[in-house]
């Protein structure tokens, strides 16, 4: 009995060898497959890299083309239109019959509309082209010469301006740039408050890992958005209205805005809470290192 139980505990231990030698065979095929799945992930993530710059640098190059076609054509269209917005309203001067002098006022109207395509156009094209020229710059006096500018605007149809932005708020940003997104949501607001209404501008600080951003914000009292066009609105030549007939508006303002803001590395954004509760556009650009004397919650 002793003897066959000796033999039967050296099998044991024979078998067991066998097994952690399966399982050590089994241990250096895993490592072996793991180390080959790691070489076959930094393949991957290399091709991928590269994929992502190449369609950056293809996007880049389609984005410089296009600026390209737009400055191009705005040239091509201004050329011939320079004559036609000189010599209409003379033409006008010399005509007796009402009907064919009223003909002539709706050439003039539509040039004047072809030629705020153009310009909105060539400045959208400028925007893609160029960089920005970034200083630190005082919000509040920039705000101050908009309100200027629009001043007699302002008053000529019943809007009140409020203005809610500390006098030591700093932003870093290319000034003439900042002034054209002003013009364009302000533009914006005085035609959507047709009986007049309220302007405020607002800021406040937003601090994100990647540094702080001043968010500025511009309301009106005016006729409101949908849902939809409030998704809409910053593309190329959207316009609100349904007839999109309007000639007083181009459509591509708010999208200029949009490549400006995003230029200064923020982000632009409609707000309204649906027809006749008016609009707000808020949007956010890089604030400097300054300290200011009170904080926006």
């Known amino acids: 009995m002793t003897d066959e139980f000796i033999v039967e505990s050296e099998e044991e231990k024979k078998n067991k060898e066998k097994k952690i030698q399966d399982l050590e065979l089994k241990n250096i095929e895993l490592e072996l497959e793991l180390k080959n799945i790691q070489e076959n992930k930094g393949t991957i993530d290399r091709e991928l890299d590269k994929k992502v710059v190449d369609q950056t640098i293809e996007v880049n ?27 209409l309203p003379v033409v006008r001067e010399n005509i007796e019959d009402p009907k064919i002098k009223e003909l002539v006022e709706v050439c003039i109207r539509n040039a004047e509309y072809i030629k705020r395509v153009v310009t909105n156009a060539k400045a959208l094209a400028e925007v893609f082209a160029n960089d920005l020229f970034l200083k630190n710059e005082n919000l509040l006096e920039i705000v101050n010469e908009l309100i200027k500018k629009y001043e007699v605007v302002f008053k000529s149809c019943n809007i009140r301006v409020d203005i809610n932005i500390d006098q030591n708020i700093y932003v870093k940003t290319d000034k003439s740039r900042l002034l054209q997104i002003f013009d364009h949501i302000s533009s914006n607001a005085v035609n959507s408050m047709i009986d007049g209404g309220v302007i405020t501008f607002e800021s406040k600080i937003i601090k994100r890992e990647i540094g702080t951003f001043i968010q500025i914000s511009i309301k009106d009292t005016g006729v409101g958005l949908t849902r939809d066009q409030s998704d809409r609105i910053f593309n190329e030549f959207y316009k609100v209205d349904d007839s999109r007939h309007k000639l007083d508006s181009t459509g591509l303002g708010l999208a200029i805005c949009k490549n400006i803001v995003e230029k200064h590395g923020g982000k632009i954004w409609a707000d309204s809470h ?7 556009i808020h949007f956010t650009i890089p604030s400097t290192e300054v300290v200011f004397t009170r904080s926006f919650t």
């Open 61 to 87: 190059k389609l984005l410089r083309h296009k600026a390209r076609f737009i400055d191009n054509l705005s040239h091509d269209l201004a050329t011939p239109l320079t004559p036609l917005i000189s010599l």
């Open 274 to 280: 649906g027809p006749g509760t008016g609009t707000t």
